[in-house]
């Protein structure tokens, strides 16, 4: 049955690679596409990603959140750029990546919708080595990836009528390069850590490794659904940041957190740490077992 949801989906492939079989040969040129496409696949699986399908010298790729994704295009970057077994004549063979965030139909072996061609839109934009996402990937991560973004250009992906900010992900140019040993073992290095959400008797446990986003609106396409007239469609994520999880919002009239620290705060269209246990509200501010109120209790230590 089909079932939708929304993800990062990635698509990555081998710049060049008709030239490959030109200059190498059919089995030759085949040798190195295939080393490529399961170094994108270890990147992928390592990550946190599923690989939908690979199609000769590209593959497609999902991810729950737009961090895994980065780690994962960063991965395949750094790996296959750094391959003995794929220079040729002094120069290293090349993928082009392109990232987009939003909702798709998954199906066994496939997935559908726009998202994936405004995806596939992002990766024929990109060049040799470059890593491209829309603005809605960009919204999504951390500081520390956004930090190494730059707008590009706007663009309008085929059969859409609206525009889609464009970014490229600066990984290997200049200063930033000397940032990404931190960013690219992220998910290596750090502790497991997790969160434990409480609404109306459901209970959900995230953790950095294995389930690492929730989203929370009033559609019905989110992981936790809270009616109500103050709560945006897509009112909120809570996803794990490099050492906590935190809360990102995304809605019109913000959210409100309330620890039982003392902390208090009030987010809107950014993102803020969650630390120890206390209630989040969405559109107002919280009371303990309301409709509008999620519970929350971060927990550090092996799932």
């Known amino acids: 049955m089909d079932n939708e949801k929304e993800l990062a ?22 040798d190195k596409i295939t080393i490529c496409v399961e170094l994108m696949r270890e990147a992928t699986e390592q990550h946190g990603g599923t690989v939908v399908k690979t199609m000769g010298d590209e593959i497609l790729a999902t991810f729950p959140g737009c961090n895994p ?21 002094g120069q290293q063979i090349a993928i082009r990546i392109g990232c987009h965030f939003g909702p798709v139909v998954q199906e066994t072996r496939d997935v559908f919708g726009a998202a994936v061609h405004t995806a596939n839109r992002m990766t024929s934009q990109a060049k040799a080595g470059q890593i491209l996402v829309t603005d809605a990937v960009h919204a999504r991560l951390s500081g520390e990836w956004r930090a190494i973004a730059r707008q590009v250009e706007v ?56 389930r690492p986003a929730v989203t929370v609106g009033r559609g019905q396409e989110n992981d936790l659904v809270i009616k109500g007239n103050l709560v945006s469609r897509l009112h909120a994520r809570i996803e794990a940041g490099k050492n906590r999880f935190q809360l990102v919002d995304e809605s019109t009239n913000g959210s409100f957190l309330q620890g039982r620290d003392g902390q208090e705060a009030f987010v809107r269209r950014d993102s803020v740490p969650l630390k120890g246990t206390g209630l989040i509200g969405f559109g107002r501010v919280p009371e303990a077992e309301s409709w509008h109120t999620i519970e929350f209790a971060c927990e550090d230590g092996e799932p």
């Open 69 to 89: 994704a980065m780690e994962a295009a960063l991965k395949m970057q750094s790996a296959i750029g750094g391959h003995a077994e794929l220079s040729i004549d």
């Open 155 to 210: 663009a309008v992906p085929r059969g859409q009528q609206g525009e889609v900010g464009v970014y490229e992900m600066l990984w290997q140019h200049g200063e930033t390069t000397s940032m990404l040993p931190a960013i690219a073992t992220i998910s290596e290095e750090r502790q497991p850590f997790r969160i434990r959400l409480r609404y109306l008797g459901q209970e959900i446990v995230l953790d950095n490794r294995e």
């Open 9 to 30: 989906i990635l698509f990555a492939d081998v710049v060049g690679s008709t030239r490959l079989f030109d200059q190498l040969g059919d089995v030759a040129a085949r």
